[in-house]
């Protein structure tokens, strides 16, 4: 049952990745060109709304799906490792057009070339699981 609230979760937000245009390489072009709010709306809407309901978790205690209690812990501060890693995202963001989420939305709304994009996701994220011992954390 934990499963299927994930499924319908996960379906219900690539929908509204897809049809609010999160998704759409044109819409992120178009941010990295500076052409538009559009996506910087989306971006700053995500982040107002993630900090109220990080709050609202803290204050009311709220837990998991699962009844577990969540843990938020906060990260250690650093410089080197979010520079380092901000800057991987960003030129894969920039050169595939697509951020993870967005990648999966595509898929399903039928453009299979994103594939090969995800092939390449799923590869980095192996290579680093291979070296992370060796990176700044």
């Given at each position: 049952m934990k499963y299927l609230s994930y499924l319908t979760i996960g379906i219900f937000f690539g929908i509204i990745m897809y049809k609010s245009e999160a998704a759409s390489?044109?819409?992120?072009?178009e941010m990295f060109q500076?052409?538009?709010?559009?996506?910087y709306g989306i971006i700053?809407?995500?982040?107002v709304l993630g900090v109220i309901?990080?709050?609202l978790i803290k204050k009311f205690k709220i837990k998991a799906i699962g009844g577990t209690e969540m843990n938020l812990h906060p990260?250690?501060?650093g410089v080197t490792n979010y520079l380092l890693g901000g800057i991987i995202f960003g030129l894969?963001?920039?050169?595939?057009?697509a951020c993870p989420g967005?990648?999966?939305v595509l898929a399903g709304a039928g453009y299979y070339s994103?594939?090969?994009?995800?092939?390449?996701?799923?590869l980095g994220t192996f290579i680093y699981g291979l070296v992370k011992d060796k990176l700044p954390h």
């Open positions: 390489w044109f819409r992120i072009y500076f052409g538009s709010f559009h996506m700053g809407s995500a982040l309901g990080i709050q990260k250690k501060k894969g963001w920039a050169l595939a057009g967005p990648m999966y994103i594939l090969v994009v995800i092939g390449g996701a799923l």
